[in-house]
């Protein structure tokens, strides 16, 4: 047997206005090269000054993944030859990263899993080469973008301690969920404002070696991430298994045909002369300044789910749903607030709401319906004024046309019909058109009683009280006796 | 008297009163290049067009009514690696021999601001790696002194430029001597200002960590009134010193009774040529009459200092000249396959010997195994320099020594051997590896008649005191006010001159 | 320590410079020599010393994130070789480790 040994590295895109070392805006989909000046484009004679913002987002960050934040932080420079790269180096935090030996925890199947991270650090991006003809391989020429030189990357390490695909999964849906609750990345993989590189080797289960690294690459989406790494975990247990070599390499996941292909061979390990940029000062991080940003902190997934179990009392799996995004927890959190019982909000957020927001692809902040809305329609309900049948109908309506809930039963007459005399008449109604059924009831078959209550709530179209109905029923036909 | 000559604390005040017209300086300036810079070569690129033109827009300004400003209408150089938008920049080199910036190293803003006209930019040795100018892609800069001579580099074109007065003043940059050398070998004002001081935003990148601009002038006032204009705080440079702007003309006091110099013992023996040692002493004598205590002080790892130079500067050379790829800006072979190739045949072709062999030489110090071994070694003798030097500046107001140890050699004699002519760096370098001021300033001639110069150098931001001290020497000798003699040219306007004192 | 011609071949490569044979020759010459000059650093007693990267030691110095206008694309191109559009144009990259 063989378990699979698994690191990501992550390259989130931090949300700031400029870049990380010049005010170009750092904004995605501009045209080519209008985000660029001599800074980013790296002409002769020109400085890097560190973005304020992007960096406190990196010790935000290194809060957030439990990282020992450091003290004297600075910035290293990566140097290799490439057409995207302006200056033929990356500017990096090599040995000093912001933040060091930090941990994300993730809950799989009910089980908490510890994820170390080994490191978050700053650094640029580099431009944009686009391949004539699309293919590397084939290109007479490549064109170069640099509008996205020198945008600001959060570079998040994970150690080799993830076990499965699944994990993997889990892992990266954490991670993003915990940058959005920080608001330091939009985190669009579409975009490329998120990127995984993953590594994986196996090893027989309950060994402590280590097997030979494979690189993916082309990963982009989470399920290709877990998909990748399942067809490698076969694919390298299978070799093993048959003492077969693995190559040390990076393959390219093929989606379409859902298999890995061999990339190039890793040669002899890149010679990047990593040294301190004599352009950029060190960085002296205070205890003042650490606890600075850490007040700023916004709960994070994991906290706001476990204060949703303990102080709505809501289930495991409620809360978990809930604290998904920050928008729908913050969602739910206000209507609970203001109608009392979670289990009920929760029960409609998760039911009504996500259903709808599912149909039609709406996500949570464009959703119409503003949750003091959702909470008069629970009063409603409570009150009696609509029934929870005629509510559904009435929160399809408020999804639709944002209208209040007050204003929608008007309209469309949906008041719930509490009259005795109404009522009365139409039971009586009822009970004369069913006699066979009268019979049953009165022979003692108390549950047909459900169909005369069904009947009446037909004729009311919905909305007859239905206990009301019930108490009207046995007394007629108590009375008939 | 011819206006070319004057000195900006001299013609200033007659642009101010309006007895000079900014554009009759100028066009002063412009024939004296047209007449002598022919044989002299040392510049680049000469601006008559743009030069004129802000003269005139100077002149205009004045007969408005506007306030002169600090240095209206006076005409300077600049060092051909400091970026000029829409200018020209070439750093010497092939590479860059058609690279136009499209914006204005922070100094140049700063001088252009202050009413100051550039005239053209200055030869060097290609991306300011030399000491003779030799090694600039374009033509070697002749010594105004004797055309068989170099004038000294990096900054050979400014010097030669200041001593010719084919400019007022000029801007050079010194990573390891680059300004104090050639001022030296021409009998200038050279000052290279603490690291920091002078913003480095525009300057072609050589080593980051001591590359720093300044002024070449032919005086001591005009350098106080050059430094007042470009020391200002830049948030374009992370390395741009914070504190407020100072006005250094205020400390041209001949006065220096309290002051102690320091002689550092390692800088009197191997290398230095009689000459200069005794135009040396006669000047410590000098510094003596006038009030200073000369003490003996020792720098025990001044011997190290040039290799640990070597080492950092090649290093951070190597990464800097990395973006001259062939892609953005610059030199591009033609017909390559592939861009890898295009980028390494481009530079093959592009760059000269000196600037090939400190990129090798960094990238190889840089490479793995060799980092620890070589590079962190050197930035740990660099603090070691350093700690020397704070020791010595417990006792010492300053110190000084020779700008070089050698007057200015021939065209030819050492460029053919690159650590012979490293050694004429080996008393302007310590202070690049501690970030500390030096300047020098003339201290006498050999019996051949060519230049020496003295340094003196104090403590980080201390540009006070070194100009305090420089221009009491200054103020007390003569040798500031010799010329070279030029007469064999034909000046046009400017007719034939001997020996002047002004 | 004495550097060959293939040693410089290899840091020439590294460094993206196609050097000729000539040059190749005598950079393993003089960079040996300045190399042995180097290597006499060994020898000096630097325990305790800090590596200094800068000489005048300045911390934390950040800019606002405040985004200006960019270069005109016009601008950021006038100096390229080769473009296409508004692009940068080059030769075909080849994937090489
Ligand atoms: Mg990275
Ligand atoms: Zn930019």
């Given at each position: ?33 209008s ?100 293919d ?12 996205r030189?020198?945008?600001p ?16 999964y ?16 939009d ?83 890149e ?8 352009d ?6 205070g ?39 920050q ?61 929870g ?93 | ?81 400091i ?28 001088l ?41 580099g ?16 000029a ?42 601009i ?8 005009d ?19 914070t ?45 003596e ?25 090649s ?23 592939d ?45 070691l ?11 010492c ?38 970030g ?6 003339p ?27 420089a ?32 | ?44 007693d ?7 990267v800068?000489p ?11 985004a ?30």
């Amino acid at each position: 047997m063989f378990e699979p040994v698994i690191g990501i590295e992550v390259h989130a895109q931090l949300k700031t206005e400029s870049k990380l070392f010049c005010s170009c805006s750092a904004r995605f989909g501009a045209s080519p090269n209008s985000n660029t000046c001599p800074v980013c484009l790296g002409l002769p004679g020109t400085l890097p000054v560190l973005n304020k913002k992007a960096f406190e987002y990196g010790i935000r960050t290194a809060l957030a993944f439990n990282c020992k934040v450091a003290e004297i932080s600075g910035f290293d420079r990566k140097n290799y030859f490439y057409p995207d790269l302006p200056k033929n180096y990356q500017i990096t935090q090599q040995a000093s990263p912001v933040g060091v030996n930090g941990y994300l925890d993730v809950v799989i199947d009910d089980e908490t899993r510890r994820i170390r991270i080994k490191r978050v650090h700053l650094e640029e991006d580099a431009g944009k080469s686009i391949h004539e003809g699309g293919d590397i391989t084939g290109a007479v020429f490549s064109l170069e973008d640099y509008n996205r030189a020198g945008v600001p990357l959060l570079e998040i390490v994970s150690e080799p301690d993830i076990r499965s695909p699944k994990e993997a999964y889990e892992y990266l849906s954490m991670l993003r969920r915990t940058l959005l609750y920080l608001g330091v990345s939009d985190c669009k993989m579409e975009e490329g404002s998120l990127r995984c590189d993953v590594n994986i080797s196996v090893r027989p289960k309950g060994s402590d070696s280590f097997g030979t690294l494979v690189e993916l690459k082309n990963l982009n989406s989470f399920r290709a991430v877990e998909r990748s790494l399942e067809y490698e975990v076969k694919r390298q247990s299978e070799l093993a298994s048959e003492n077969k070599e693995i190559i040390r390499e990076t393959r390219h996941w093929d989606e379409e045909g859902q298999t890995t292909v061999g990339m190039r061979r890793k040669g002899l390990a890149e010679d990047y002369r990593f040294f301190p940029d004599p352009d950029l000062p060190r960085l002296i991080i205070g205890e003042s300044w650490i606890e600075k940003v850490r007040s700023d902190l916004p709960e994070l997934p994991g906290e706001r789910k476990a204060r949703f179990i303990r102080d709505y009392e809501l289930p495991e799996y409620d809360a978990s749903l809930l604290t998904d995004t920050q928008q729908l927890a913050d969602y739910f959190e206000e209507a609970a607030k203001e109608y009392g019982h979670a289990k009920t909000v929760s029960n409609w957020i998760m039911g009504e709401l996500l259903r709808l927001m599912n149909v039609t692809g709406i996500g949570i902040e464009s959703v119409k319906i503003r949750p003091c809305d959702l909470v008069a329609m629970l009063k409603m309900i409570d009150k009696g004024t609509i029934s929870g049948k005629i509510a559904k109908t009435v929160f399809e309506e408020m999804f639709t046309q944002g209208k209040s809930p007050g204003d929608i039963v008007k309209e469309k007459g949906l008041v719930q019909i509490a009259d005795e005399d109404e009522l009365t008449k139409i039971v009586d109604l009822v009970i004369q058109d069913n006699q066979k059924v009268v019979e049953q009831v009165k022979a003692g078959k108390d549950r047909a009683i459900g169909f005369l209550v069904g009947q009446v709530m037909k004729e009311t179209k919905g909305r007859a009280n239905p206990q009301m109905v019930n108490e009207l029923l046995r007394q007629r036909l108590a009375g008939e006796n | 008297m011819k206006l070319s000559e004057l000195g900006a604390f001299e013609l200033l005040p007659m642009i101010k009163r309006k007895e000079v017209s900014v554009e009759e300086a100028t066009v002063g300036i412009l024939n004296k290049i047209k007449a002598v810079d022919r044989d002299i070569q040392a510049y680049i690129t000469v601006t008559n067009e743009h030069a004129l033109q802000r003269a005139k827009e100077a002149d205009l300004r004045l007969n408005e009514g506007k306030p002169p400003r600090p240095l209206e209408g006076l005409s300077v150089a600049i060092k051909d690696n400091i970026c000029t938008k829409g200018i020209k920049t070439t750093g010497a080199s092939v590479y860059l021999e058609d690279f136009v910036p499209p914006y204005d190293a922070t100094v140049v803003r700063l001088l252009e601001d202050a009413g100051a006209i550039i005239v053209g930019k200055t030869n060097l040795d290609e991306l300011a790696m030399g000491s003779s100018t030799e090694s600039s892609a374009m033509f070697p800069t002749k010594n105004p002194w004797d055309l068989q001579r170099v004038p000294g580099g990096s900054s050979g074109g400014s010097a030669a430029a200041v001593i010719a007065d084919e400019a007022v003043f000029a801007l050079g940059s010194d990573t390891g001597g680059s300004i104090r050398q050639p001022a030296a070998f021409c009998g200038i004002v050279g000052l290279k200002p603490t690291y920091g001081l002078v913003s480095r935003y525009g300057l072609i990148g050589y080593a980051s960590s001591m590359d720093q601009i300044g002024p070449m002038t032919k005086n001591v006032r005009d350098c106080a009134m050059l430094l007042n204009v470009i020391a200002r705080h830049d948030p374009k440079d992370a390395q741009s010193y914070t504190g407020e702007p100072v006005d250094y003309t205020q400390f041209l006091i001949p006065d220096i009774n309290e002051v102690i110099v320091g002689v550092p013992k390692e800088f009197l023996n191997k290398g230095l040529s009689k000459s200069v040692k005794d135009a040396f002493m006669k000047a410590l004598n000098k510094l003596e009459g006038l009030g200073a205590k000369v003490v003996e002080v020792s720098l025990p790892h001044s011997d190290h200092a040039l290799a640990a130079y070597y080492v950092i500067s090649s290093a951070e050379a190597s990464s800097n000249l990395a973006r001259l790829d062939g892609i953005r800006y610059g030199y591009r072979a033609a017909g390559c396959e592939d861009s890898a190739s295009m980028t390494a045949i481009s530079r093959g072709k592009g760059f000269g010997s000196e600037v090939k062999r400190r990129i090798v030489l960094g990238t190889h110090i840089l490479s793995k195994g060799n980092f620890e071994k070589y590079f962190n070694d050197a930035l740990k003798i660099r603090s070691l320099i350093f700690r020397d030097f704070e020791k010595i500046f417990k006792e010492c107001t300053c110190l000084v020594c020779p700008s070089s140890p050698t007057v200015a050699f021939r065209i030819g004699e050492k460029i053919r051997d690159p650590l012979e002519m490293y050694l004429s760096d080996v008393y302007t370098v310590p202070p690049n590896l501690a970030g500390l001021p030096g300047i020098s300033i003339p201290c006498g001639f050999d019996e051949e008649g060519m230049p020496i110069g003295l340094q003196i150098i104090t403590k980080q931001f201390d540009e006070a005191t070194l100009l305090q001290v420089a221009y009491t020497f200054e103020q007390a000798t003569d040798f500031h006010k010799k010329k070279p003699q030029l007469q064999k040219y034909d000046c046009g306007s400017e007719s034939t001159r001997g020996d002047r004192n002004v | 320590m004495r550097l060959s011609k293939e040693d410089i071949k290899r840091i020439s490569d590294l460094a993206r410079i196609e050097l000729n044979e000539e040059d190749e020759s005598l950079f393993a010459e003089q960079m040996s020599g300045i190399l042995r000059i180097v290597n006499k650093l060994d020898k000096v007693d630097t325990s305790g010393m800090d590596q200094m990267v800068t000489p005048t030691g300045f911390t934390n110095v950040l800019r606002e994130d405040i985004a200006l206008p960019s270069l005109d694309p016009k601008e950021a191109l006038f100096n390229a070789a080769d473009r296409e559009g508004a692009f940068f144009k080059v030769p075909r990259i080849i994937e090489v480790d």
